[in-house]
Each structure stands twice: as C-alpha cells, then as structure tokens.
C-alpha cells in the first residue's frame, strides 16, 4: 500500500529501532519501515524523536500519539511492534544507545528523520557502529482533497484531546482545578463531529466505494466501523465523568477515562491513515475521487467564526496559543455554516 523501500530485499535485519519526529512525513516513515519488516520477517521498535526546542510535557503527549498511531499500523499489518518512549538527550547519541539496549540490528532512517538532527542520523549510526536504512525521499504526490481534510479532521481531534490532557494532568500535578465548561465544550466538539459528521461521511463516501473496489480491505473497515460505534459509548461516559467531577468527583478518575479514550482514538486515526488511506490511493479510480472529494468540498466551504459567535467559543479560545488549533477553528466553522443553512 506503499512505495516499495529500493533495496529492501537485500537487507538482512530481525529488529529495526525506527524513529519518529514530528514532521508530516512521519506516517511515511511507519509504513515504509513495516514494509522493510515484513520483508524481512522483522520486528520493529519505534522511538520518539522530539523537536530540540519542545516544550517537555507538550512533547511527551505528542510523541505518545505517534507512537501510539504506529503501533496501531504494524500491529494491522501483523508485524511485532513495542515503542522504546521517548529520547532524551542528543538525539545522535540518544538513537544508536536506544538501538543497543533494545537489540536492534539496523536503524531505520525516514525521508525526514534529519530535520529532527543538526546532522544526518544516518552519519550518527554509523559512526556508532551500527547499520542503517534510509528510506528514499520521493516526492509525495499531492493527496486528495478528501485526505486532506480527513486529515485535518483527524488533526482537529487531536488538538481538543491533547489540550484536554494537558488541563487534566496540569490540575493533577499542581492540585489545581480544571475548567468543567471548556470540557462540556470537548464533550460536544466529539459528539457534533467524529459522532455526527465525520465517521458517517467516510463510511458514506470512503469506506463504501473502497469496499466495491477491493476486498483487501474489508477487515480494517470492518474493525473501525466496530470502533465508530464505540465512539459513542465513550462520548457518553465522558460526559459523566465529567459531571461526576463537577459534583466533587475524583479528578484521577476523569484523567484516567479520557486518557483510555485518547489512547482509543490515536489507535484509530492510526489504522485509517496508515492502512485505509494508502489503500484507497491505491485502488480507487479517478472517477471515485471526484465524487468523494466533491461531497467533502460540499461540506467545508465556510469561513472560520469570530470566538464570540461561535457555539464553541469556550473550546476555541481556551485552545487559542495550543498548536493546530486552527483546525478545530475550521471545523467548528463548518457546524456554523451548516447550523445557519438548517435554521
């Protein structure tokens, strides 16, 4: 479901350590390494590469997302897969340590793994002593408009659960409240979009016509529209979780829900952009693509609300200075225009 790493079937390797940064092309990264394991009957450890200048606990709950997304991958595409954490330190020396203590035989290199790095990671390895892969840096094709705001959507959620974390574990170490409205307002952002609009939308206009086009795929469907379903369930037992901690409840309990549940949807926004999209790319027509991205573009043409208009105008503001937080702008902007259009 990807382009083939060049000179994989000559590499002898059991254990591949593969870094991850923060950059876009991270997922690109996953899929070529798991396509180099399967290959070689590998397994794979991923690490977490963050930015020199990352805020340490932002950085920690980032790095837990992408490693939980590559998991989620391998583990689809049956190749044995643990995360190593987070590197601390330089990240040169960091990465061939962690190679060594986790006992892996070769380092896999992203076509991004150097932006992480003042100098080439794969100079680093080797000066280490230890083999390395770099995986060729073609140039992407532009994807799809609909996966360009599949994506956005995916970015957007994770923006709201990464703030909502981040609230919960500041109360937590600090015995500080956290803010019962802004979380009522998460509550709603998931209920008005992965629930109302977003899932329904790719099982209408992705999933079915991937369905019709190939049967490689059915399994993975199948399994997230198993986990749409339980998106509900979640929502609802966030919701009382958090009256629960309005009415004086434990706040290690609301922490410990909505963890799970974070860990629950980065799993799954994981399988869709590691497994379903690269497929649909792969075997949906020219045809299929107009009218996907003809609904998506239906559905996003509006501008982003000012604060004070907007329905989620505590969520929005409480989010102004957290990264992507212009993607929850966006999509709040859409339940704006379509409320407007409906009343």
């Not at 380092?107 to 793994?113: E, K, Y």
């Not at 980065?266 to 649909?280: D, F, N, S």
Request: charged share 25%; net charge negative; with cysteine.
């Amino acid at each position: 479901m990807s382009r083939p790493c060049r000179d994989a079937d000559a590499i002898t390797c059991h254990h591949l350590l593969v870094p991850l940064d923060e950059a876009d092309a991270c997922m690109a990264t996953v899929i070529g390494a798991i396509e180099l394991a399967r290959i070689a009957a590998a397994r794979i450890t991923f690490v977490h590469v963050p930015p020199q200048s990352a805020v340490p606990r932002a950085s920690m709950v980032r790095g837990r997302e992408l490693l939980a997304k590559a998991e989620s991958v391998a583990r689809a595409q049956g190749v044995p897969c643990a995360s190593a954490g987070l590197l601390d330190g330089d990240a040169q020396a960091a990465i061939p340590a962690t190679a060594r203590e986790v006992g892996c035989d070769l380092v896999f290199i992203g076509p991004r793994g150097q932006e992480a790095m003042t100098r080439s990671p794969v100079q680093a390895v080797l000066a280490a002593g230890l083999p390395a892969f770099a995986m060729p840096d073609h140039a992407p094709a532009m994807p799809e408009s609909a996966i360009r705001a599949i994506r956005d959507e995916h970015r957007a959620l994770s923006a709201v659960l990464r703030a909502w974390l981040d609230m919960l574990t500041v109360a937590n170490d600090s015995d500080a409240g956290a803010d019962v409205v802004v979380m009522r307002d998460m509550i709603r952002f998931i209920e008005a979009f992965p629930l109302t609009r977003h899932h329904p939308r790719k099982q209408a206009c992705l999933y079915g016509r991937l369905r019709r086009r190939t049967a490689r795929a059915d399994a993975e469907l199948d399994e997230l529209e198993r986990q749409h379903e339980r998106d509900a369930q979640w929502a609802g037992a966030l919701a009382e979780a958090v009256e629960r901690f309005a009415a004086g409840g434990p706040l290690a309990e609301l922490l410990g829900k909505v963890d799970h549940y974070t860990q629950f949807v980065w799993a799954r926004m994981g399988r869709e952009e590691g497994v379903i999209l690269p497929a649909a790319q792969r075997y949906l027509t020219e045809a299929d693509w107009d009218k996907i991205n003809a609904a998506y573009g239906a559905a996003n043409r509006c501008a982003v609300p000012d604060d004070e208009d907007c329905a989620f105008g505590p969520l929005l503001a409480y989010l102004a200075d957290f990264p992507d937080a212009d993607c929850v702008a966006r999509i709040c902007a859409q339940a704006e225009d379509v409320s407007m259009r409906h009343s």
